[in-house]
T-cell receptor
Framework: DTGVSQNPRHKITKRGQNVTFRCDPISEHNRLYWYRQTLGQGPEFLTYFQNEAQLEKSRLLSDRFSAERPKGSFSTLEIQRTEQGDSAMYLC????????????FGSGTQLSVL | AQKVTQAQTEISVVEKEDVTLDCVYETRDTTYYLFWYKQPPSGELVFLIRRNSFDEQNEISGRYSWNFQKSTSSFNFTITASQVVDSAVYFCALLTAGNMLTFGGGTRLMVKP
């Protein structure tokens, strides 16, 4: 069990650029979640996959955001035309059996948009 | 709508003191789950406990204990004989059938030697 892995740990980009983050969940976990956390706040839900199917998306997820989980393994979160308000920690989590289980979180990707 | 409130944004204690972190939640669902997570400086949230709405028994795990009271919609967390390694941000969270895991704003605990 190597835990949930996220890359990169830090990303600095200029406003208007596109960025992509990757999450590798624990191998036998079929559920994968993306959360966003801003400074001094709790994580906010963005989207959720069961295997390769994206089952739920938050209203926070504007059309500039897209997430994929091809083949139900790793997931990517892409932000197009980044804005300064996108600066945050993007957290990935996974779980095994059902949505009521505890989540295993990665260390996150810190995005800074200049 | 559901909501989790952690009124204490920051608490500072001296090592070996007991400390209680408050959590108040709002939901109209009768079935729900409550969680506590710890976020150390490394950033990775670590699961501490999960309780469902039908189990109001208090729980103790080593120096940690949790007090769940449905009558006041509270799920408070107490650390006994705090240690410097307990310094972290602690989040209370609520999960219902109709909503994903909703976190409170967190309480930053600083334990000084």
């Amino acid at each position: 069990d190597t835990g949930v892995s996220q890359n990169p740990r830090h990303k600095i980009t200029k406003r208007g650029q596109n960025v992509t983050f990757r999450c590798d969940p624990i191998s036998e976990h079929n559920r994968l979640y993306w959360y966003r956390q801003t400074l001094g706040q709790g994580p906010e839900f963005l989207t959720y996959f069961q295997n390769e199917a994206q089952l739920e998306k938050s209203r926070l997820l504007s059309d500039r955001f897209s997430a994929e989980r091809p083949k139900g393994s790793f997931s990517t979160l892409e932000i197009q035309r980044t804005e300064q308000g996108d600066s945050a920690m993007y957290l990935c989590a996974s779980s095994y059996r059902d949505r009521y289980e505890k989540l295993f979180f990665g260390s996150g990707t810190q995005l800074s948009v200049l | 709508a559901q909501k989790v409130t952690q009124a204490q944004t920051e608490i500072s204690v001296v090592e070996k003191e007991d400390v209680t972190l408050d959590c108040v939640y709002e939901t109209r669902d009768t079935t729900y789950y409550l969680f506590w997570y710890k976020q150390p400086p490394s950033g990775e949230l670590v699961f501490l406990i999960r309780r469902n709405s039908f189990d109001e028994q208090n729980e103790i795990s080593g120096r940690y204990s949790w007090n769940f009271q449905k009558s006041t919609s509270s799920f408070n967390f107490t650390i006994t004989a705090s240690q410097v390694v307990d310094s972290a941000v602690y989040f209370c969270a609520l999960l219902t059938a109709g909503n994903m895991l909703t976190f409170g704003g967190g309480t930053r605990l600083m334990v000084k030697p």
